[in-house]
């Protein structure tokens, strides 16, 4: 059941029906500022285990509990350091997840076994009052089937789920557009485990000191220390391909190839004489034949808003073949450049 509500003040009845279904052990579908999330009791071990078979997610692939407040993510994790304070202080609620040390109460299906746990307080108005009103940790990895485009509308939750989820909470297009930012404080010094919608400059701009895993050196040493982190994610039905000017913009990694400016060009022309259908995501214009072009913002907020539902419109456009203008290797477009990295790479069995 797809239900409308209203996204900066959602309806109370509406809001009581989804939290009554998630405490019931059902999985209900809703907003973030992030993406739309697929959401079930994080402390039920079989309603968890619907959010898995729903998704066709592995299990080794472990999700993040959504709190209201960082007082209800600290009951989850066994220490809770000086640094957890101070970007809970900073950024919740927001797009920043934690990944702590777990208390036996949470259950190892949620953390795909491991000693830790992924926390975050969302921002958004319909997530926090449904936290509020279910008074249960809420499991909620994005509601997509697994390894594809993450939904920024309840219509791409709806064309992707369909009646596996009990309910879709319908609050809009997501205000951000991209997944959280992933930061583990369980070693040494805290780590990047995934670039997001919040920069690691602004984390590291509280924390004092550098996050280990960001910066370019990292990114290009491909570290992975997060199990779930997936080289082929997110990715469109269309064979996606990277195009850009180096030495301006070089791959995201050395298994995603790149083509020249050049080489788009003539992969499009070629393209269209085989009948294939074409669509490209561009910064800048393309002189080359293409059936579905979608420009984007040239600024990492904006394209990462749009990122998502550009590609969503190119597969029920039917394309075949899409290219993707790469952003720069700059820190602000590194969230944006991990996800296209992802949505290009060679499948893999992954
Ligand atoms: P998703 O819910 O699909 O947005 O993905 C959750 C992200 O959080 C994945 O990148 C996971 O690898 C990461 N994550 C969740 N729990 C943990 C954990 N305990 N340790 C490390 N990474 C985690
Ligand atoms: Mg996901």
């Known amino acids: 059941v797809l239900v409308r509500?209203?996204?900066?003040?959602?309806?109370?009845?509406a809001i009581a029906a989804a939290a009554e279904l998630l405490r019931g052990g059902g999985l209900v579908a809703f907003p973030t500022e992030t993406v739309y999330g697929l959401g079930a009791n994080a402390l039920d071990e079989a309603a968890v285990r619907r959010i898995f078979a729903a998704k066709g997610r592995p299990a080794y692939n472990p999700l993040i509990a959504h709190l209201p407040d960082a007082a209800a993510a600290r009951a989850l994790v066994a220490d809770w350091p000086e640094a957890a304070a101070r970007l809970a202080a900073a950024f919740w609620p927001g797009p920043l997840t934690l990944v702590l040390r777990k208390t036996t109460a949470v259950p190892a299906l949620l953390t795909a076994g491991l000693d830790t746990v992924a926390v975050r307080v969302p921002a958004h108005p319909v997530a926090r009052a449904l936290l509020r009103a279910a008074a249960v940790p809420v499991a909620a990895p994005s509601a997509n089937p697994f390894t594809r485009l993450s939904p920024t509308t309840a219509a791409h939750v709806a064309a992707g789920l369909g009646d596996r989820v009990d309910m879709i909470l319908d609050g809009g297009a997501t205000p951000l557009g991209i997944e959280s930012t992933v930061v583990a404080l369980t070693g040494d010094g805290p780590r990047l485990l995934r670039p997001g919608a919040l920069g690691a400059a602004e984390v590291e701009a509280v924390l004092g000191r550098p996050l280990a895993g960001a910066g370019p050196a990292a990114a290009a040493a491909e570290a992975r220390p997060a199990p779930g982190m997936l080289d082929r994610h997110y990715a469109p039905r269309a064979e996606l391909r990277l195009f850009g000017d180096s030495p301006r913009t070089p791959a995201p990694d050395a298994a995603t190839p790149r083509l020249d400016r050049a080489g788009a060009v003539a992969l499009l022309r070629a393209a269209a004489a085989a009948g294939r259908a074409t669509g490209a995501l561009l910064r800048t214009?393309?002189?080359a034949p293409v059936h579905h072009p979608i420009p984007?913002?040239?600024?990492?907020?904006?394209?990462g808003r749009l990122l998502y539902a550009a590609l969503h419109s190119l597969d029920d456009a039917g394309c075949d073949l899409v290219l993707v203008e790469l952003p720069p290797p700059d820190p602000a477009w590194s969230a944006v450049r991990d996800r296209l990295a992802r949505a290009a790479h060679p499948a893999s069995g992954g």
């Open 5 to 13: 509500v209203d996204p900066f003040d959602p309806e109370p009845a």
């Open 296 to 303: 984007l913002p040239d600024e990492p907020a904006g394209y």
């Open 285 to 287: 214009p393309l002189d």
